[in-house]
């Protein structure tokens, strides 16, 4: 019997029917694997791409906030309207400060005349003083101008001050004098004169904030950010295209095809002559 080659076709048989991918040339030939076999790898080497690079760089540009021009002219600290403005103007700065309308010393009574700044009362002393050596205590007599308390004897002496020659203030004090009429007069100092502490005593003033300093010029402001908030100034930025050529244009003497014209012109003769001998 000849049984190998019968079990050599089996065999052949079972590998075609299998399903397993085996590929058989001819009887007796080596056995191919098929690729998907030896290569299912699933390639593990996939790389998510970590090698992506996500330009971490983001350059904000940071050369555009200098590239450029400062222009115009910064408003004076003077003429802001508000401390808002004036803290964020550059070289200004708020300050307290008094403004108003003073009130004439002709209008003031006694005793605010007396605290307003360029007011004085004025007025005369009248009556007739009384003498030293009638004044039996030495209390009495030690407040009479121009008398004086005698302690060994017990009495006052001296010759008191006429009402004549007495201020304002004095009058009031010497017994038997009294003030005639009395009126503030004087030139009251302006608000704008007078300083944050005194202000509140000035009538007719009040305590103001005032913007005061000098503005830096616009020229002087390096940066983008800081013009732009300078009021007054406006940035202008440099033209960075200014210096590239337009890509659009092309020298004289070319075409689109960028060869000169005069090598289109020695190909279109050489092509003229062609033809004229072919025919």
């Known amino acids: 019997m000849r049984t190998i080659p019968v079990l050599i076709l089996l065999m052949a048989a079972v590998g075609c029917d299998s399903g397993d ?3 058989s040339a001819d009887a007796g030939d080596d056995v191919i694997w098929p690729d998907s076999a030896t290569d299912s790898d699933v390639d593990t080497d996939a790389d998510s791409d970590s090698d992506m690079d996500i330009d971490t760089d983001t350059d904000t540009d940071t050369d555009a906030d200098t590239n450029g021009t400062c222009t115009g002219e910064a408003a004076a600290c003077i003429t802001l309207p508000d401390s808002a403005s004036c803290t964020n103007q550059i070289g200004c700065s708020t300050v307290q400060g008094c403004s108003g309308t003073v009130t004439p010393c002709s209008t003031l009574g006694e005793l605010q005349c007396q605290s307003q700044l360029g007011c004085s009362l004025s007025g005369t002393c009248s009556g007739q003083p009384q003498s030293c050596g009638s004044i039996m205590g030495a209390v009495q007599c030690s407040r009479q101008i121009g008398c004086t308390w005698l302690n060994y004897d017990q ?10 020659l007495l201020s304002i203030s004095d009058c009031s004090l ?21 300083s944050s502490t005194q202000c509140t005593l000035q009538s007719g003033c009040s305590i103001t904030e005032e913007c005061a300093g000098s503005s830096m010029s616009c020229d002087s402001i390096p940066d983008r950010q800081r013009c732009t908030q300078q009021l007054g100034c406006e940035w202008i930025p440099d033209d960075l295209d200014a210096s590239t050529p337009d890509s659009g244009s092309s020298d004289s003497g070319s075409t689109d095809s960028g060869m000169p014209d005069s090598a289109l012109d020695d190909g ?11 025919a």
Do not use: F
């Open 21 to 23: 991918g085996l590929e």
């Open 155 to 164: 009495r006052c002496s001296g010759s008191a001050r006429s009402c004549s």
């Open 174 to 194: 010497q017994q038997g004098c009294y003030l005639g009429t009395v009126r503030c007069s004087g030139i009251a100092r302006a608000c704008e004169l007078v």
């Open 268 to 278: 279109s003769a050489q092509h003229d002559a062609s033809a004229d001998s072919a």
